[in-house]
């Protein structure tokens, strides 16, 4: 598959940033915690209630595919917000929330 300009530039930074940073923030978010419960209760149910091996796999086969899309959305957003940074910024500015660019410098 043909990475984008941005894979190429950014995709150490956004695995880390998306795979780690944010998978870390969510797991200390009460709401995502308590979501991800709720998933994983509803989930294993529905695994329970399942009474064979074919309709097993295929349930394993349908979370990974979540799992995998989901990934991807992650992605697209991370890099919808770099395209809509300048953006962003302008209308945070409005409401005076200004951006320390300085903090962010390596």
């Given at each position: ?38 998933r994983t209760t ?21 979370e990974g595919a ?35 660019r300085e903090k962010?410098?390596?």
């Amino acid at each position: 598959m043909k990475k984008t300009v941005v894979e190429k530039a950014f995709i150490c930074i956004m695995e880390e940033r998306i795979h780690q940073v944010a998978r870390e923030k969510a797991a200390n978010d009460p709401e995502y915690t308590s979501a991800d419960v709720k998933r994983t209760t509803v989930f294993n149910q529905l695994r329970d209630a399942l009474t064979t091996k074919t309709q097993r796999t295929l349930l394993d086969d349908l979370e990974g595919a979540w799992i995998f899309t989901g990934a991807l959305l992650q992605e697209f957003a991370y890099r919808q917000g770099i395209e809509d940074s300048f953006m962003i910024h302008q209308e945070l500015k409005k409401f005076g929330v200004l951006i320390d660019r300085e903090k962010y410098k390596a």
